[in-house]
């Protein structure tokens, strides 16, 4: 299996860190958290990754090169224009391959067991795979539900409780070849809600600890409990 990790955003909430280091290359005891994210998924085995870059794009090119000095095999998507989490995957196909792959954001930290997602995959019928987390403080209202195994819109959640994406998940290419979608900006679940709606998404709920670094507040969360 291969994985792409998402690692073009600006970092804005991250300012003034991010205006000359990149948001994927700030780093979590010692090493880039970039690094992290490499390094735990050659662990499981899995070295095929590509990655889309867009700030300061060249610094992280620099740092990990083709990838071989970290045992992975790494394909570069450099973004002229940001393309959100979507357009980045699917401007990135050509390297993906036609099997399913693993998506994780760079700027979340998540000790999920990712070899057992690797290990399952998915079944012929469903398209995406989701690993959801309890709501946090920043997203209280959640981003879907999960029924039985299966994820539903937060609009069709009734009494079910709320979750939210953790930013890792299991996705098939072809969700993203149904239109025109090459080189246009635009967030996962625009691809997402739709194969909701036909219950072709499954997920699951993680239990344990899970950091979006998205602001300075969160970083010096996730920096308190691994030494930054």
């Not at 795979?129 to 709501?135: A, T, W």
């Not at 709606?197 to 950091?211: H, M, S």
Request: glycine fraction near 8%.
């Amino acid at each position: 299996m291969k994985a792409m990790i998402l690692s073009a955003g600006l970092g804005k909430r991250l300012r003034p860190l991010t205006d000359t280091v990149p948001k994927p290359m700030l780093p979590v005891s010692g090493k880039p958290i970039l690094q992290r994210h490499i390094e735990k998924l050659v662990g499981i085995g899995i070295k095929n990754l590509v990655i889309n870059i867009h700030w300061l794009a060249h610094e992280i090119e620099n740092y990990f090169g083709s990838g071989h000095e970290f045992g992975a095999e790494i394909q570069w998507s450099r973004e002229d224009d940001l393309l959100e989490t979507g357009g980045g995957v699917a401007a990135a196909l050509p390297m993906l391959g036609e099997d399913p792959f693993l998506l994780i954001n760079s700027d979340i930290w998540i000790d999920h067991p990712i070899h057992s997602l690797v290990e399952r995959g998915i079944d012929q019928e469903i398209d995406a795979h989701l690993v959801l987390v309890e709501n946090p403080e920043h997203n209280q209202k959640g981003d879907y539900a999960i029924d039985d195994g299966t994820v539903i819109s937060r609009s069709d959640s009734g009494s079910v409780a709320t979750v939210t994406f953790s930013g890792l998940s299991i996705l098939r290419p072809e969700i993203f070849k149904t239109k025109r979608l090459r080189h246009k900006a635009f967030p996962l679940r625009d691809t997402l809600l739709p194969l909701i709606k036909q219950r072709r998404v499954t997920g699951e709920v993680f239990k344990g600890y899970w950091c979006d670094i998205g602001t300075q507040e969160r970083y010096r969360e996730l920096c308190d409990k691994h030494l930054c």
